[in-house]
């Protein structure tokens, strides 16, 4: 068994069904994704457009691709044909050109509003009190092509787990807010994204669905 085979077959173990992994494969080459497909796994995750459409174009047609960095509204266009998951829609500006190039396609697409959890400033995500007035104004109607699945986030960078914990915590109480207020009637609004490579058990103790797991898959960059 490779090494990469090992890490998805141990983290998968540890995991024991709580939630799914998606494998951070952004800068990794071809060679290193399909030795993670031949062990199993068929979620991926992209952080880049270009090198998303690249190897999609070149990896087996049953991998579920998830974009999971920051999406200008000029490059939805590309993704649209195939992408399954896109994780960080930020603007109702992106939303409605997912829904969109998604019609085009005849395709709905999953999509996760990012909230900014962070101490780090950023540039992308709502803040907890923001997209709750986005949801409070959001017309669903409005956008048949576009399956609004839950939220994602990403925690502080720092070695302090009481930290990452708390801000775990401030996104699954903001998702549990949101589906009581706005996203009762929808069945499949059940899901969070957070955790890495560095606090993905963290993560799924205080209620991650989808960890996005990089180098303690595929080694460090």
């Not at 992209?46 to 509204?73: C, F, M």
């Not at 085009?104 to 900014?116: D, M, P, T």
């Not at 907890?128 to 939220?151: H, M, Q, T, W």
Request: contains cysteine.
């Amino acid at each position: 068994m490779s090494i990469i085979a090992q890490n998805i077959a141990d983290i998968i173990k540890q995991i024991d069904g709580r939630a799914k992994l998606v494998a951070v494969s952004k800068t990794k080459p071809n060679e290193a994704i399909l030795d993670a497909y031949d062990a199993g796994q068929r979620a991926f995750g992209e952080n880049y457009v270009q090198e998303l459409v690249d190897k999609q174009a070149s990896l087996p047609t049953d991998i579920e691709w998830h974009l999971i960095g920051h999406l200008q509204t000029n490059k939805v266009k590309y993704i649209t044909p195939f992408v399954a998951w896109i994780h960080a829609v930020d603007s109702e500006k992106l939303l409605a050109e997912i829904n969109k190039q998604a019609a085009k396609s005849n395709r709905i697409i999953n999509c996760l509003l990012q909230v900014h959890i962070a101490v780090e400033e950023s540039k992308f995500g709502f803040s907890p009190d923001e997209i709750k007035d986005f949801c409070s104004s959001l017309d669903l109607a409005k956008y048949p092509n576009v399956a609004i699945r839950g939220l994602m986030g990403m925690a502080s960078f720092t070695d302090d787990t009481n930290i990452i914990r708390k801000e775990f915590q401030l996104l699954k109480q903001t998702f549990d807010e949101l589906k009581q207020k706005h996203f009762s009637a929808l069945n499949d609004f059940t899901e969070i994204s957070m955790g890495m490579s560095s606090d993905w058990p963290l993560a799924i103790e205080e209620g991650s669905t989808i960890v996005r797991v990089g180098s303690a898959i595929f080694g460090s960059r």
